[in-house]
């Protein structure tokens, strides 16, 4: 496959946009990411997006968008893969590029969560769930990521405590991101006292959703003359599955999915966990941040929490994550998340994250996990 | 792009499949494609659907189809462009195939359609439409394209049962396809008496929804050796969009993204309207089979109704469509209706298509619609 560069980030705010529909955040997104990159228009566009027609009534996405922006007649299609989502459209209108059919492609990350036609948000985010062994039971993400957790804490002796550095360390990098939902600085009391979701994770473990929608614009790289700033290329991407119910498991504290794309990425990229400079996880729960960490190859089983305890995933850490808030913080508006992951992956890589940036850093991975990690994608990328 | 070629195919039949779920009617068309083929896993696997967060309340099938098929690990992604999901998911699986990243990829178009857990289909078919300015003022799809036909007869001057032939075509076609929706021959007296619909589409305008899945395996052309039977090339795929609701395009009677996809997919396959052996239209209301034939240079614009007054749309015709039932009488599982359509080109083109078999068919077309011409697909395929 031909090498594939980003050349244009852009993003909206996460927050709640009660004033902005779907097309409006999703063009938002999309014209800075144009704008960023200095064109007009690409061939292609690719949606990340999985609620839009249960929460919006409107799916075809494809021919909403392209043809609010202006550019109607373009290519366009929505790629589903649950919380994933993000991480697939980028991937997919990777494939395109890659595969010579396509010159330039936007994907753009959109979602518009904090107002619904129909059902509320948790029962539609439930979808991602396995509908007839886990979401027909009334089990939630959050109460499916709460048994996780417990089994977690059970296995390995850690106290819930223990998970805070993770918290923390998001709500810190958050301050600095304009784009972020939090800007609150969060301490252990605080996250020791926060109020109970579903026991042990309370409302500091938890990411918050959004409205939001992220872009950037994909072209071969070879077609980058004259750069006047670090060309950031794709050098892995890596989409793999897992069963959908987490009981169908052989682990449930081990995310198989998460493993197997970043081992594919790794080899793609000639690097291991070593290398990567830092690295953007899906911490839409802690427990999430710990079993990413552990799949990747940067803790041993059942050591996750000892670098957050150890201080290592600080942005002057070992293993820094989260750099712009994460989902923690930065917010998890859900089916944008994995483009925005990628746009602040682009940040780090071109020296623009002052003052969470990761000094000198050359590689970054970035990884979107869709339901509990039953669809993980994992992309490295690389400054030039 | 490297040269893909189809290896296998399978279908379930469409019908209302009450004792089968979703990612059964999936793994009965993907195991068929699989045995066709010869082969026993793939390495990754694209999913064209779009309603069944809506209808099933189960989004992320990536995770759920691939565990549920035995290949859990596998890359599954889901794709959508309304009712042209099934083509949209084939295309990426293209792409993916082609770029060399994947040496071979599943596409499965799959619904389920007669079953819903929340509301009724036509409510949930509307969100393919603009659900600002369509959709939320009471338009269903059969009143979108009602609203067209009544403008096509008006503008050019045709009778409404002019029409005709297209659903006799249709049907007299369906009725040697096992997997074929209805089986059962219609008249002009039918015809002209159907029970009205929405002015002046009535029943056998219209085509019928239904449970079904379909099924292909793509891989690289240049590794398929010994072959016993026509190896089937990909020598065509474009897709374009155009504003999704209709009031906004300059002439509501002219399908421009039709027109977009067919013609770039004409230059890459080297080939014009005339070299088309026969062609799988998108006809899931009799209009849209005229303004398609219209778009792709097969009639001129305002004639489309002559092809079927003068015999040419059947077999032994000039433009032989909907060989094998077309949505009309095949019937239209909406998001698999696109890679029915795929393989019922690859049936033609391997002479397995007997009574309707159209003779020494060497290239085909199959073109799927997603929302009212909103996101056209156009494959052509040939065998070698």
């Excluded at 090498?3 to 955040?25: F, M, N, R, Y």
């Excluded at 948000?121 to 439930?126: F, G, H, I, R």
């Excluded at 709460?146 to 918290?167: I, N, R």
């Excluded at 002052?354 to 400054?383: D, W, Y």
Aim: charged share 20%.
């Amino acid at each position: 496959m031909r090498e594939v560069a980003i050349i244009g980030i852009g993003q909206t705010s996460v927050d709640e946009h009660w004033d902005k529909s779907l097309k409006e955040l999703a063009g938002e997104a999309i014209f800075a990411a144009l704008r960023d990159a200095n064109r007009e228009t690409a061939e292609a566009l690719f949606i990340g997006n999985m609620l839009s027609g249960i929460l919006s009534k409107q799916e075809n996405l494809g021919g909403l968008i392209s043809d609010w922006i202006g550019l109607p007649g373009m290519e366009a299609e929505k790629v589903e893969a649950a919380c994933g989502s993000g991480a697939a459209a980028f991937r997919l209108g990777l494939l395109a590029v890659g595969s010579e059919e396509i010159d330039s492609a936007l994907v753009v990350g959109v979602e518009k969560m904090t107002e619904s036609l129909s059902v509320e948000t948790t029962e539609a985010l439930a979808t991602a769930a396995d509908a007839d062994y886990e979401s027909a039971q009334g089990l939630s993400f959050v109460a499916l990521n709460a048994l996780v957790m417990q089994l977690y804490l059970h296995t390995y002796g850690w106290k819930h405590t223990d998970f805070a550095p993770f918290s923390i360390n998001a709500h810190a990098n958050a301050l600095h991101n304009p784009y972020a939902r939090l800007h609150e600085a969060i301490t252990q009391k605080d996250y020791n006292n926060a109020r109970m979701v579903a026991a042990p994770i309370n409302l500091l473990d938890a990411s918050p959703t959004g409205d939001g929608a992220a872009a950037v614009l994909l072209v071969p790289a070879d077609t980058i003359r004259a750069a006047t700033r670090p060309v950031i290329k794709v050098i892995g991407s890596a989409s793999a599955t897992d069963s959908i119910a987490i009981h169908s498991r052989k682990d449930p504290l081990w995310l198989t999915a998460a493993e197997k794309s970043a081992h594919k990425a790794y080899q793609q990229a000639g690097v291991g966990p070593g290398e990567i400079d830092f690295f953007e996880l899906h911490d839409a729960f802690s427990i999430m941040s710990v079993l990413s960490l552990e799949a990747c190859g940067f803790a041993e089983r059942g050591k996750g929490p000892l670098l957050g305890l150890e201080g290592q995933i600080g942005v002057k850490g070992k293993v820094p994550i989260t750099t712009r808030g994460g989902l923690k913080a930065r917010g998890h508006p859900v089916w944008a998340t994995g483009v925005y992951q990628i746009v602040e992956t682009v940040q780090q890589l071109r020296g623009e994250a002052f003052p969470t940036q990761v000094e000198g850093a050359k590689i970054g991975m970035a990884q979107n996990i869709g339901g509990s990690g039953a669809t993980v994608i994992t992309h490295i990328l690389t400054a030039e």
